[in-house]
């Protein structure tokens, strides 16, 4: 089975700049895509990027131009980025890295994002 761990998260002022990472290691041969997600308070969980095993990548219209999907792998682990840039207090959320590992997804325990002068 497919672990998620991500890090990355803080306080950041508004423009500023945070880099989310998510580390998927165990059965990673089976992900066929990655991808984080957000959930302000009182808010439904949205999809924020989604980056396939082939490098197709996805984002909301709210984040496109500002946020950026990538990923590495080795023999152990895949690695989800998430660079984002031009942070907006409405970006304020705690963001989950999400894997579809076959058609079974997997959840990260998520990391907060507070942007806020």
């Known amino acids: 089975q497919v672990q998620l761990v991500e890090s990355g998260g803080g306080l950041v002022g508004p423009g500023g700049s945070l880099r989310l990472s998510c580390a998927a290691s165990g059965s990673i041969f089976r992900i066929t895509s990655m991808a984080w997600y957000r959930q302000a308070p009182g808010k439904q969980r949205e999809l924020v990027a989604r980056?396939?095993?082939?490098?197709?990548?996805?984002?909301a219209d709210s984040v496109k131009g500002r946020f950026t999907i990538s990923s590495s792998r080795d023999s152990t682990k895949n690695t989800v980025y998430l660079q984002m840039n031009n942070l907006k207090p409405e970006d304020t959320a705690v963001y989950y890295c999400?894997?579809?590992?076959?058609?079974?997804?997997?959840w990260g325990q998520g990391t907060q994002v507070t942007v806020s002068s």
């Open positions: 980056i396939t095993s082939l490098g197709t990548t996805h984002y």
């Open positions: 999400n894997a579809f590992e076959g058609l079974e997804q997997k």
